[in-house]
């Protein structure tokens, strides 16, 4: 295989790994917002279904009930979430906030406590983590130029929730497209008291969007210790849950420039893991915290002066006050 080819594959097979729990997390908040509900909880529900993951996966060696546990724990802080803006009309950004203050804190604590081990889960063998899908005819494209590779180190043997991420991108743009639900959605995050006026109700829409957002980030968050990684460790989120809002504005709350923009951070990501220790033309070695930094710095630079106007959904963050 052709040196530049292997570098380009390696590279965007990494931007795939990487950008999958920022597209779950992204479009979690796409349901929410465009339900006109922000989540800034989104890190606090990642780390929380990465914990419960790695911890009932390490415990009973089944990937697929640490995936249960992961989605039930992370819809349960999103019902939290909701009881406290949906229906007593609370601040959701405080609200957000605080699910990511508690969860950073008690994710280790119950870590130490259930496993001694510093705050962290046991490493997870092989058959504890989710399976990557091994797809047919690898060996008979090999020696096709350019596709075998392609097909090779691309498409065979991704991780199952890459293919449940791909399936979702596509079943959401059909959903706020196409589907009654999707168009409620959106309704009701721009004018709730014309759907409430229609007779539909504003609190049950909303809480079916953040119980979507509560599934989506448990995923994400189970993908990042029995997928990507083998165990939870403190804080492994590491600010993927506000990289995703961020991809969501760069995206102007639509799945696919929502999308672009995952992947984009998440190649940035790819491409600073590759550039640490390597000596560049004339600036010679980077330090590792400014390599590091590139993918924050992306994002800044991205949502200050290259996006342009991004408008919210009109009632996003506005509590429903029903009419009298």
Not at 45 to 73: D, E, H, I
Not at 99 to 118: C, D, E, K, M, S
Not at 186 to 195: K, T
Request: charged residues 10%.
């Amino acid at each position: 295989m052709d040196d530049a080819l292997l570098v380009v594959l390696l590279l965007a097979d990494a931007t795939i790994r990487v950008a999958t729990p920022l597209v779950l997390a992204a479009f979690a908040a796409l349901y929410s917002e465009r339900a006109g509900v922000v989540d800034i909880g989104l890190e606090g529900k990642m780390l929380a279904g990465a914990f419960f993951a790695a911890a009932v996966a390490s415990s009973t060696g089944n990937p697929w009930l640490g995936l249960g546990a992961a989605v039930a724990a992370s819809v349960a802080l999103a019902l939290v979430h909701g009881f406290a803006c949906i229906t007593h009309k609370g601040n959701q950004v405080v609200s957000g906030m605080a699910i990511n203050i508690l969860v950073a804190g008690l994710a280790p604590t119950l870590a130490y406590a259930w496993f001694r081990q510093g705050g962290q889960t046991p490493l997870l063998p092989g058959e504890a983590r989710l399976p990557q899908v091994r797809l047919p005819g690898v060996e008979a494209l090999s020696a096709i130029p350019v596709l075998g590779p392609v097909y090779r180190e691309l498409i065979d043997d991704a991780n199952v929730l890459i293919w449940l991420t791909v399936l979702l991108v596509v079943a959401t743009h059909w959903v706020f497209t196409r589907s009654r639900f999707g168009l409620r959605l959106r309704a009701v995050g721009e004018n709730p008291s014309a759907v409430d006026t229609a007779g539909l109700s504003v609190t049950r829409l909303r809480y079916q969007a953040v119980i979507i957002t509560g599934v989506l980030t448990g995923i994400a968050g189970a993908y990042l210790s029995t997928a990507h990684g083998a165990g939870f460790v403190r804080d492994m989120t590491a600010g993927k849950g506000y990289l995703a809002l961020a991809a969501l504005i760069f995206g102007k709350w639509r799945p696919w420039p929502t999308l672009f923009a995952c992947l984009l951070f998440a190649f940035t990501d790819a491409v600073q893991v590759r550039l640490q220790g390597v000596p560049l033309p004339v600036v010679g070695v980077i330090p590792v915290q400014f390599i590091q930094m590139l993918p924050y710095v992306l994002t800044v630079l991205l949502l200050a002066g290259f996006v342009g106007r991004a408008v919210a959904p009109r009632a996003s963050g506005v509590p429903y006050v029903k009419e009298r």
